[in-house]
């Protein structure tokens, strides 16, 4: 199984800051099926980015996906203080699907 | 728009099998996987398995022996069975649209609000 991991565990920032988040792959992902996906507390997870660099619909260009070899990166620019919440990678190309253990995005 | 929703019983006893349904709504179950997803309290999230509407799954190595995905079509509904379960499946478990036949695969790009599943005598 690809293990997914991402760091850091936490990034404390203050709005209008960029928020960088990393997650890296133990192995090739096929295809590039990568997402990034955002869940708040008490909510379902959100698609944000597939294909690790795709702004998945209705989602703001402030957020953006991109990607070198195993490395992956998801930016967030200006930060909002609706974007504090946790960041999910998840690789969906090789079964089973692998879920990275989480990035809190706190003030 | 397409809407899913996860129902089922909130409260498991150990050893017992843990049902759970989702059922599609705004749109057809045809021409999509769907799959389980589930989330400890507390912790991060875990891919179960999915389905095709033809009915054919893949699932995680690590609960393939315990859990069994279908499909009813004519419901637009497919569900979840987990048996023999322990205090260590108590999780949130949500349902969510998969691979599409035709288009981009993206992911998950719809989720159920999730349900909260207690494992307790």
């Known amino acids: 199984e690809i293990v997914l991991t991402q760091s850091p565990g936490t990034l404390s920032l203050s709005p209008g800051e960029r928020a960088t988040l990393s997650c890296r792959a133990s192995q090739s992902v096929s295809g590039i099926y990568l997402a990034w996906y955002q869940q708040k507390p008490g909510q379902a997870p959100r698609l944000l980015i597939y294909g690790a660099s795709s702004r998945a619909t209705g989602i703001p260009d402030r957020f953006s996906g991109s990607w070198s070899g195993t490395d992956f990166t998801l930016t967030i620019n200006r930060l909002e203080p609706e974007d504090f919440a946790v960041y999910y990678c998840?690789?969906?190309?090789?079964?089973?699907?692998?879920f990275g253990p989480g990035t809190k995005v706190d003030i | 728009q397409v809407q899913l929703q996860e129902s089922g019983p909130g409260l498991v006893k150990p050893s017992e099998t843990l049902s759970l349904t989702c059922t599609v709504s705004g749109g057809s179950i045809n021409n999509y996987h769907w799959s389980w997803i589930r989330q400890p309290p507390g912790k991060g999230l875990e891919w179960i398995g999915y389905i095709y509407y033809n009915g054919s799954t893949s699932y995680n190595p690590s609960l393939k022996s315990r859990v069994t995905i279908s499909v009813d079509t004519s419901r637009n509904q497919f569900s979840l069975s987990l048996n023999s379960v322990t205090a260590a499946d108590t999780a949130v478990y949500y349902c969510?649209?998969?691979?599409?036949?035709?288009?981009?695969?993206?992911?998950?790009?719809?989720w159920g609000q999730g349900t909260m599943v207690s494992v307790s005598s």
């Open positions: 998840q690789q969906y190309g090789t079964s089973p699907f692998t």
């Open positions: 969510a649209r998969d691979r599409p036949d035709y288009g981009d695969y993206v992911g998950f790009d719809i």
